[in-house]
């Protein structure tokens, strides 16, 4: 923000000293034209003072006319000058509160933005342990289903093991029984 006031201030200066230098080529000028009309009048006056009374009363009130019309350009020239200045510090005053309100709301979105990403790290980081947490309880529930098939397994094995034997402890009752009937047969 000081390079804007620096720029708006050399402009303005610029501006000032533009218009100073128009102002005084034009006193400038308005000084040669009146120097101009005074050797003019002198020049006159020598040559033919008696005839040209009248002249010179004229030449004298075109002079304090010109006088009057300088002074009337100073004061617009002073004038112009402050208005410029009024619009110049209305301009920059405006131009701070701009700036102000844009500094506020990339700040306000700075901060906005800021709490987005705490509220998405945080809800990525529930998310991370809840998984974490699912992984653990599938992981522990997988591990007692292969304890549990396991122990189904080996049941199982130790159920057709015990059926196994008892169907041979059957198959040999049997057999001592067929043996026992036939030879008590012949």
């Known amino acids: 923000m000081a390079t804007l006031d620096v720029l708006t201030d050399g402009a303005m200066a610029r501006e000032q000293e533009t218009e100073k230098r128009h102002l005084t080529a034009t006193i400038a000028a308005l000084r040669q034209a009146l120097e101009d009309a005074d050797a003019e009048r002198n020049a006159v006056r020598q040559s033919v003072r008696a005839a040209y009374e009248g002249d010179i009363a004229e030449l004298k009130a075109t002079i304090t006319a010109l006088r009057e019309v300088l002074e009337e350009t100073r004061h617009e020239g002073r004038t112009a000058v402050e208005r410029a200045v009024a619009r110049s510090a209305d301009e920059i005053t405006q131009l701070r509160h701009t700036a102000a309100a844009l500094r506020d709301a990339i700040e306000d979105a700075r901060e906005g933005h ?51 034997e008892e169907l041979k402890a059957t198959c040999m009752a049997l057999r001592r029984e067929l043996e026992a009937a036939r030879g008590n047969a012949p």
Request: hydrophobic content about 45%.
């Open 114 to 164: 800021r709490q987005e990403i705490q509220r998405l790290n945080a809800a990525a980081h529930n998310e991370g342990v809840q998984l974490h947490a699912a992984i653990r309880t599938l992981r522990e529930q997988l591990e007692d289903a292969a304890f549990r098939g396991q122990a189904l397994k080996q049941e199982a094995s130790a159920a057709a093991t015990r059926e196994i």
